[in-house]
Each structure stands twice: as structure tokens, then as C-alpha cells.
């Protein structure tokens, strides 16, 4: 079934710093993709989704493209801010039965410092 | 608008004791999931329902876990009897609908849970 592979941390990068934050995916076709991020304490929220292979998602100063060529979803910045310290999970959609439910990857801790 | 809504937010109880959680989703939306995040397994899908209706519940760790959907308002998870490795962050999430999850799930909160 889809999966998704997500580079492991902790990430520790200093305040505008470059940050990529790597992912792949297995899948048939060519499902949505998804970035989450979870600010400590909260919940899971939708940061940048791409729908379809060359999209690029967008949201906050992230960027994430649909590489097909290299099944990949990598999470990128610019200039990291200390407020962007969180967890950020990769996911996709898998299609099971005519239903679908998102499958994550195990996210990935960054932390900016000043 | 309220977004989705979990209740309680902490919950500490004694190994088998019967522990229920408490979710509410986004008004309109006809899909709800069940996540239990742990440093060890990071996060699982527990359960979903759609349309009140459980539609893959492979994630329900064991008999002693057990959800509800009595109406498109409201659900429950409930643990019993609860032993300290149920210890986790159980999230509640809701979509529009589960075909059409591009455009994502929408998390509560949570509720931490710890079993002594």
C-alpha cells in the first residue's frame, strides 16, 4: 500500500538557516501529498498539500514540490524563524475499499534557535 | 467556527479503570478518525467512521479499546479495562469526507492520557 518515508531527527538549526526536511513516497499512482506540522502541546495542522505530480504546495514560507521522477515530497525554507520549532509529518492518501484514510510518516523534530 | 473539540484535554487514572474520550467534530464534516501518538509507535490511526458509520477499525489495539459514533456530533473512545501502556495523546480529526481527504484532516487538540 502508499507509504511514506520521512528523514528521521531531531534537526537543530539556527534562526535563518536553510531548512529541507526530506520525504519520499511509495505509491500507486499518483495520490495527494500532505505536510502537517504540530506546535508542542497542539494538535496536527494542514501546512501545504500538492494534489498532483509537478504541483508545488505552498503555505508560511514553506514550499514542498511533487517530484514524480523521483517520488519525492521534500519540505523546504528559506529562513527558519525560533517559531518554527515543531514536528513535521509527511503523509499521504491511501485508497482502500472506496475509502481513504492519510497515512504519516513519523515526523521529523526541528528546533531553531536564536 | 469551532474547530474540532476533544474533552477532556488531561486525564489521569489508575490501571483498570474504564477511561472514555470525547470528541465533537467540525460541524458538517462526515468523517471522523481516531490517532493515539506515542514517542515509541509516533502516531497511529486507531479507528474512522464515515457517516457515523466505523469503516476500518484494523488500528483498535485490542478488545479493551472500543469506539462509538451515536451521531454525526459526537464520538467516543473508550478504553476498559486501561493499563499504563494505553498512556498516550489521543487525537480526534475530521474531514469533510473520506473521499476527498485532499483537502485534509482537521485536528482536535487531544487528550493526554496517563494510566498509573
Known amino acids: 500500500g502508499n507509504s511514506v518515508t520521512q528523514m528521521e531527527g531531531p534537526v537543530t538549526l539556527s534562526e535563518e538557516a536553510f531548512l529541507t526536511i526530506n520525504c519520499t513516497y511509495t505509491?500507486?499512482?499518483?495520490?495527494?501529498l500532505f505536510w502537517y506540522v504540530q506546535y508542542p502541546g497542539e494538535g496536527l495542522q494542514l501546512l501545504l498539500k500538492?494534489?498532483?505530480?509537478?504541483d508545488k504546495g505552498s503555505n508560511k514560507g514553506f514550499e514542498a514540490t511533487y517530484r514524480k521522477e523521483t517520488t519525492s515530497f521534500h519540505l523546504e525554507k528559506g529562513s527558519v524563524q525560533v517559531s518554527d520549532s515543531a514536528v513535521y509529518f509527511c503523509?499521504?492518501?491511501?485508497?482502500?475499499?472506496?475509502?481513504?484514510?492519510?497515512?504519516f510518516g513519523k515526523g521529523t523534530k526541528l528546533t531553531v534557535n536564536p | 467556527d469551532a474547530g474540532v473539540i476533544q474533552s477532556p484535554r488531561h486525564e489521569v487514572t489508575e490501571m483498570g479503570q474504564e477511561v472514555t474520550l470525547r470528541c465533537k467534530p467540525i460541524?458538517?464534516?462526515?468523517?471522523l478518525f481516531w490517532y493515539r501518538q506515542t514517542m515509541m509507535r509516533g502516531l497511529e490511526l486507531l479507528i474512522y467512521?464515515?457517516?457515523?458509520?466505523?469503516?476500518?477499525d484494523s488500528g483498535m489495539p485490542e478488545d479493551r479499546f472500543s469506539a462509538k459514533m451515536p451521531n454525526a456530533s459526537f464520538s467516543t473512545l473508550k478504553i476498559q479495562p486501561s493499563e499504563p501502556r494505553d498512556s498516550a495523546v489521543y487525537f480526534c480529526?475530521?474531514?469533510?469526507?473520506?473521499?476527498?481527504?485532499?483537502?485534509?484532516?482537521?485536528f482536535g487538540p487531544g487528550t493526554r492520557l496517563t494510566v498509573l
Open positions: 480529526a475530521s474531514s469533510p469526507t473520506t473521499l476527498g481527504l485532499a483537502g485534509g484532516q482537521f
Open positions: 505509491a500507486t499512482g499518483y495520490p495527494s
Open positions: 500538492a494534489t498532483k505530480a509537478d
Open positions: 503523509a499521504l492518501i491511501r485508497t482502500q475499499g472506496g475509502s481513504e484514510k492519510l497515512v
Open positions: 460541524s458538517g464534516h462526515n468523517s
Open positions: 467512521f464515515n457517516n457515523n458509520v466505523p469503516i476500518d
